[in-house]
């Protein structure tokens, strides 16, 4: 059985990617500090391996080094408020940047003694794309970051290629697009604090005692006048991850590779709002607000790279199907806090 070191694994799509890793066969260690995940999801996830603590802990790191034959790391954690990260960059430097350079500084660190190096698959954005010039986003699309959050993804991705072409470090950095939706069988889901991501907060805005949805500008050149993004279910984002990683482990060739994972269909805010709408039979409270410095009207990403070369397959590319698994997964979460 191999062991799969899971950074950020009581989070949102580390704590689903978990579970795939569970079902093809793999040990996942989780590392999280819970600053943002949660016990409970630990719990949920049944006998897995986990390490309550930090990734910028040099010396923790080096302990799990060296108790458990780790053969690959998957690396999301991170912070990743876009707005905040501009407010407070520092806090996306330290944590974003200098704590995952120390991860990987420590994964080269213990793997030079050993006759492999240790295999990273990295949790990258479409954050670090800024405003492309033209759509469909492919893998080649010019990086400029327009936020400290992209900036702090672009470093990393720079550093893993630096150190693969180095020290021969194997990576893979996955530039997510919008991950949407919970697990199918209503176990887990997207338990962000705050939140801010679009499909959980229409769903919240159905309670008639919420604060009405803020929607940020309904006159971009879009069919109905508001944004549009790429959203993939979280299942598989998770599975993706599944690919890339057995690509690193069954390889002897080095591998510096980047993929986009996206649906290549792009949904607009009001879609958004007709899908919940029509999915949970209840009004969206919604009032349309200014434009958001920095938000670019439509992003939409070509995947087919993934496609093709990790044979990456999406399970749900239906709209309302990522919308009806985020409503069951809502209405859990409700009655758990309630
Ligand atoms: N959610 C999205 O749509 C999206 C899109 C693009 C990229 N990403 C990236 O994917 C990754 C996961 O995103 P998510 O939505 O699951 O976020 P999340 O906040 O739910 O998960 C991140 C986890 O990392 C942990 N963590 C943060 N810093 C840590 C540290 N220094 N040491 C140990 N644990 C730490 C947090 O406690 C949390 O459990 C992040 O790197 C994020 O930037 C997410």
Known sequence: MQNILVTGGAGYIGSHTV????????????????????????????????IEGDIGDSKLIRQIFSRFSIDAIIHFAAYAYVGESCIDPIKYYKNNVFSSINLINEIVNFSKNQDRMIPIVFSSSCATYGIPKTIPITESTPQLPINAYGNTKLIIEKVLSDYGKAYGLSSISFRYFNAAGASSDGLIGEDHNPETHLIPLAIMATSKKSTPLSIYGNDYP?????????????????????????????????????????????????????????????????????????????????ASKAFVELKWKAKHTNIDTIIKHAYLWHKKLLSKKT
């Open 19 to 50: 579970r795939a890793l569970l079902k093809e066969g793999f040990k996942p260690i989780i590392i999280d500090n819970l600053v943002y995940g949660h016990k409970y999801v630990i719990k949920k996830l049944g006998n897995v391996e986990f």
């Open 222 to 302: 879009t069919k109905d006048g508001t944004c549009i993004r790429d959203y993939v279910h979280v299942e598989d984002l998770a599975n993706a991850h599944i690919l890339g990683l057995k690509k690193l482990l069954s390889s002897d060739e080095k591998i510096i590779e980047y993929y986009n994972l996206a649906m290549g269909k792009g949904y607009s805010v009001m879609d958004i709002i007709n899908s919940v709408e029509k999915v949970t039979n209840l009004k969206v409270n919604y009032k349309i607000g200014n434009r958001r410095i920095g938000d670019p009207s439509m992003l939409v990403a070509n």
